[in-house]
């Protein structure tokens, strides 16, 4: 990979007119470390967040040695990046074939499910390979209700009776049970996770069978832009957070059992940018290279506020507008698709115009992961860059968080 100091020194040497992802080898590290730190538990990174080679490798060289993966592709690309890593399989509904795969060739032997009939699916599977249910961990996953950027109970997740039933079910079996839940993406109040905690409680205590391990999944916020025309969010640092956690679990009485957390976008979100270019301005609209079929699809909720980064071209002579005036752009993505235009505008000095740049940072989590090859365009250049995007002076601009009118 090439390397540079910043990404303004990528687009003035490059002068990319495609997309350019810039990668933070340290910084990846010292997040995915802080979190590791901060979490009185196992710390399990969600692949599909981002499950580049570079990435799991980084994090298999932060001393990440177990990930929460949720198809064969990404069994493939843990064993790849770190061959004695621990595996746990947690997609609650999975294909027969898939399920063979992961007990006889990746010798995963931990599994999450929400419904009985995939205790059968498993069930038969661990009778024909012969294996010891005792050597096997269950979690239930139980439905959770909270505010996050991204709800994810509508899809999975068992009721608490449900939930108690199949605990019942999977003990009397012989496996291990454990009790898991995924509370939505970037969520918005620390309380979710002691709701889903009280809950988790509530059917360990009616099911009376022994968990060996709680799983608290992700979830946890990462750092975006905000609105400069409103005071920044008072949002809790991970710090904080985690705090608020820890005495969830005490008071919850879980600090017993050992712990499982699944962070992805908090690993991840900081430690990739994205060098963008302006292949047209019309008025106040930006015409750019990536959109929401390529690198930007995770702002499509319009709920996440992306912090952006003006890089003027030198070669232009001329520009109109006054440059400390800094104004909303409505931006729009590189394909055909009329609905490929961003739902947050983007804050920038009015002189911005065709033939600029603008790194678009903290784009690290579901981005890459999330790219589609829809009207052939498909970026794929990583670079590798050493500062922050966040360091030394405050981006110029930050998109807002607000729909602009056409
Ligand atoms: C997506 C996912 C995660 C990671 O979520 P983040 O919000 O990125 O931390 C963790 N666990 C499960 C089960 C998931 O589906």
Redesign the pocket.
């Known amino acids: 990979m090439e390397r540079y100091k910043t990404a303004a020194e990528v687009a003035l040497d490059l002068r990319p007119d495609h997309p350019i992802y810039c990668f933070r080898p340290s910084v990846l590290r010292a997040d995915a470390q802080n979190f590791k730190k901060l979490f009185p538990g196992k710390t399990a990174y ?1 692949v ?2 981002n499950g580049e080679p570079f990435v799991l490798k980084e994090l298999a060289a932060a001393g990440y040695d177990c990930f ?1 993966v ?1 198809s064969p592709a990404e069994f493939a690309a843990v064993r790849e990046a770190s061959p004695k890593a621990e595996m746990l399989y ?2 609650p509904i999975k294909a027969q074939s898939d399920i063979r795969l992961a007990l006889e060739q990746y010798g995963i032997r931990v599994m ?1 499910l929400d419904h009985e009939d995939e205790v059968a699916k498993i069930l038969r599977i661990v009778r024909a390979l012969d294996i010891d249910p005792a050597k096997i961990t269950l979690f239930v996953r139980i439905a959770t209700k909270g505010h ?1 950027a ?1 709800e ?1 109970s509508k899809k999975f997740g068992a009721a608490p009776g449900h939930a108690v039933e199949l605990l019942q079910r999977i003990h009397r079996i012989g496996f291990k049970c454990g009790l ?1 839940f ?1 509370v ?3 969520i918005e109040e620390p309380e979710t996770y002691e709701r889903a905690l009280a809950s988790a409680d509530w059917i360990r205590s009616r099911a009376g069978v022994p968990i060996v391990e709680l799983d608290v ?4 916020p990462a750092v975006y832009g905000h609105d400069p025309r409103r005071k920044v969010p008072d949002l809790p640092t991970l710090e904080e957070l985690m705090g608020q956690i820890r005495s969830d679990i005490a008071e919850w009485a879980f600090d017993d059992i050992p712990l499982v957390a ?5 690993v991840v979100a900081r430690s990739i940018s994205l060098i963008v270019r302006v292949l047209l301005k019309k008025g106040r609209r930006l015409y750019i290279n990536d959109g929401i079929w390529a690198s930007l699809s995770d702002s499509w909720t319009g709920k996440i506020t992306l912090p952006a980064r003006f890089i003027p071209d030198p070669a232009r002579r001329t520009r109109s507008g006054k440059a400390g005036n800094i104004v909303p752009f409505k931006v729009c993505g590189a394909t055909c698709d009329s609905v490929d235009i961003l739902s947050r505008p983007f804050w920038l000095p009015e002189t911005v115009d065709t033939g600029d740049w603008i790194e678009i940072g903290h784009i690290g ?2 981005s890459l992961s999330l790219r589609t090859r829809f009207n052939g365009f498909y970026p794929d250049t990583v670079i590798e860059v050493d500062t922050p995007f966040d360091a030394g002076e405050e981006p110029e601009s930050f998109a807002s968080i607000e729909t602009m009118a056409d």
Request: net charge neutral; charged share 15%; aromatic share 12%.
């Open positions: 969600a599909k967040t929460d949720a947690m997609h999450s996050a991204y994810l898991c995924h939505g993406s970037q999944g992700g979830g946890f699944e962070p992805g976008r908090v989590a579901y």
